[in-house]
């Protein structure tokens, strides 16, 4: 086991919505990111993972639960002790055209973190902004250009400069790819890729899209509605998952491929409101494999297969395998 | 269990050739946006087929003028939007020539749309019964209780367990899956003959995306209209339509069946899309290459020539045409034979 980049433990986010409502958007999450790893959090909307990386960021304040970044408990920091940590965890944004200032040209752009990072001199600057160019497949042409004047992909590639220029130990990536077209996500997926396997930065990726965070995640935790529902390796979750919420996400992609023959899986109904949410297993009410034991308690997230975590009572009476047998409720998923 | 494969429909039953009258033809279509620095081109010479029966996705990254397509197929277009050129034969009737009166008779009852961001297309101050109602009065003369009950049986088609509790929401209190259902309620009202859903699932979660695009096959399945389908995503187009057509900077470029293309994409545009597309399945690592420089606005030749790993000369120069490379798989390419033969190497 590698030494701990990142460390969340049992997590809690209310919003309070007055009238005694909350939103529960994250209720006691917990996982960890070694240094140098990437794991992805994975989850439709509603399911809190935004509200995570915004607590890790300290962009919002936690309800309750503890952060602790390379050792130290960041949860317990005022902002202003907090603020020398910011240079050491950055933040890749979903729309790339909207996190970059219109009226700066993009050397500028790149210069500000470095500039309030204030370890060098303005030459010293400038060749890091040509090389952080470069280290994005961009060259020196784009120091005047203005953010209008690139693609998406271009403008991305830029967010991406940003975040890694003061050489963070964590970046936070939330939805970098969903708003760019197939093509250039691909490309994109490839440099974050070949960035962290260069200069070894944790990312925590942050995305509704399973088959993005493939490429470049080494694990995944997938939420629905505000907890952890299942934790492993990537590869071991796509070959087999074993939460019926992970099963019917992974079943949910459409692959290009017109005579794909795996079976479906798909849930019932509309992801319930954070508000709102189910009692028991949050996902009871949609899942064609719930047993009684699901609609009374939430299931506990064990370690039920070397590696995996699994918060689902069918999977765990079943050594990890969450499929219905003979005597269970009903066989056949609905179409 | 039931498996994706005969889930999405077969290529063997697809009218090919002149065997059968198409339902919409669009001829060598020009759109241009009207700007004071001048026009841009936004399409430039679109040629579609659309046959009875029959599902067929028309695939292009954003910009490519997919949603442009078929807002000018029903005449939607407004200035600084204009057609410049072409034809758009519904039933053999050229719709381009005919009146706003005359057109409102063909939309909603032999052509109907699906927009995306269902929400901001639904009246927010107006309940989901009231919406749906006037979209029912629009094409037939019936009475208070005749329209609500059909209203009724529309919501109750779409998938909505309790129909009656419905009538009195406003789009504000539904998901967004739900303001799909309510679109796709109101565009089959009048059971039109051809649905044009453009981007049916796009920002909806992909665990209700599945729902919305299960259920608009079929119920344009059990009602025997084709589909056109708009959509970025090749996933979607390979499970749920019978044809593809790429589009690329306003024409299309190639236009196959779904087997045939996802074995033999043969446009190296095509092909560049189907490459990002599969290396999400793949745990290798996409072969993708730099998109390049963008591309200009006026292209004599081929748009995708800056771009093209296989372009020659005369690429530059002139528009190459869309051309058979087998039957039913037309490519509009100088090289598309080459490469469909496998001579050159896209």
């Known amino acids: 086991m590698g030494e701990r980049a990142l460390e969340v433990d049992r997590l809690v986010k209310f919003f309070p919505l007055g009238r005694r409502r909350t939103v529960k958007a994250v209720n006691g999450v917990s996982f960890h990111i070694d240094r140098g790893e990437a794991l992805a959090l994975v989850g439709e909307s509603g399911s809190g993972k935004t509200t995570v990386g915004r607590c890790i960021l300290r962009l919002i304040e936690p309800t309750e639960g503890r952060i602790t970044f390379l050792g130290d408990d960041v949860t317990a920091m005022t902002q202003e002790q907090f603020r020398p940590w910011r240079r050491r965890i950055q933040l890749v944004f979903q729309e790339p055209y909207d996190s970059l200032n219109p009226r700066m040209r993009i050397g500028r752009i790149l210069d500000e973190p470095l500039m309030l990072a204030d370890r060098s001199t303005p030459g010293g600057r400038r060749a890091r902004v040509l090389e952080l160019l470069d280290m994005v497949g961009l060259g020196a042409a784009f120091l005047t250009l203005y953010p209008h004047q690139l693609s998406g992909g271009e403008q991305q590639r830029v967010g991406i400069a940003r975040a890694i220029a003061t050489n963070p130990d964590l970046v936070v990536l939330d939805e970098p790819t969903s708003a760019l077209d197939v093509s250039v996500r691909a490309e994109i997926l490839d440099l974050l890729t070949d960035l962290q396997q260069r200069l070894g930065f944790a990312y925590l990726f942050i995305s509704h899209d399973l088959t993005a965070v493939r490429r470049v995640c080494q694990r995944v935790a997938i939420m629905y509605l505000g907890k952890i529902v299942e934790t492993g390796p990537t590869d071991e979750i796509f070959a087999r998952p074993l939460h019926p919420y992970s099963r019917a996400l992974l079943s949910s992609v459409l692959y290009p491929d017109p005579v794909d023959q795996r079976s479906r899986f798909l849930l019932a109904g509309e992801i319930p409101s954070p508000i709102d949410v189910p009692a028991g297993c949050h996902l009871h009410p949609r899942c064609p494999w719930a047993i009684d034991d699901c609609a009374r308690d939430y299931p506990p997230l064990e370690e039920l297969l070397p590696g995996r975590r699994v918060a689902c009572f069918l999977a765990r009476r079943q050594n990890g395998i969450a499929e219905p047998r003979a005597d269970a409720r009903s066989g056949v998923p609905h179409e | ?346």
């Not at chain 2, 279509?29 to 599902?55: F, K, Q």
């Not at chain 2, 545009?269 to 006026?298: K, N």
Request: aromatic residues 4%.
């Open chain 2, 1 to 346: 269990m039931r498996s994706w494969a005969t889930g999405s429909a077969t290529t063997s039953t697809l009218p090919i050739g002149n065997s059968v009258d198409a339902l919409l033809e669009v001829k060598d279509l020009h759109v241009d946006y009207l700007r004071d620095a001048g026009p841009v081109r936004v399409l430039n010479g679109v040629d579609l087929t659309v046959y009875p029966g029959e599902s067929l996705g028309v695939v292009g990254e954003s910009g490519v003028g997919k949603t442009v397509l078929v807002r000018a197929i029903l005449g939607l277009l407004q200035p600084p939007w204009r057609v410049t050129r072409g034809q758009v034969l519904y039933e053999g009737d050229e719709l381009l020539r005919q009146s706003e009166k005359e057109l409102r008779t063909i939309r909603g009852r032999g052509i109907a749309l699906t927009t995306h961001e269902p929400r901001k297309h639904l009246n927010p101050v107006s309940t989901i019964g009231a919406q749906i109602a006037n979209v029912v009065r629009a094409h037939a003369t019936v009475g208070h209780a005749k329209a609500r009950e059909r209203v009724l049986e529309l919501l109750g088609r779409v998938g909505f367990p309790d129909p009656e509790a419905r009538l009195t929401a406003y789009p504000h209190e539904l998901s967004g899956g739900m303001c799909q259902r309510v679109i796709i309620a109101m565009a089959l009202a009048h059971s039109p003959k051809l649905l044009m859903a453009d981007e049916p699932t796009a920002g909806l979660d992909v665990t209700i995306s599945l729902q919305v695009l299960d259920l608009m096959r079929g119920l344009v399945r059990d009602a025997n209209s084709s589909l056109l389908l708009v959509s970025r995503d090749l996933g979607v187009v390979a499970h749920y339509c019978q044809r593809v057509a790429v589009m690329y900077q306003g024409r299309i470029v190639e236009s196959a069946g779904v087997q045939t293309f996802f074995e033999r994409a043969t446009h190296p545009y095509s092909r560049r899309l189907l490459r990002a597309a599969t290396a999400a399945r793949d745990e290798g690592r996409g072969a993708t290459t730099s998109a390049g420089p963008r591309v200009a606005a006026a292209v004599v030749g081929c748009a995708y020539t800056p771009r093209c790993p296989v372009r020659v000369e005369r690429c530059a120069t002139e528009p190459p045409a869309l051309e058979p490379v087998a039957a039913g798989h037309l490519v509009r390419c100088f090289l598309g034979a080459e490469i469909a033969a496998g001579r050159v190497t896209v």
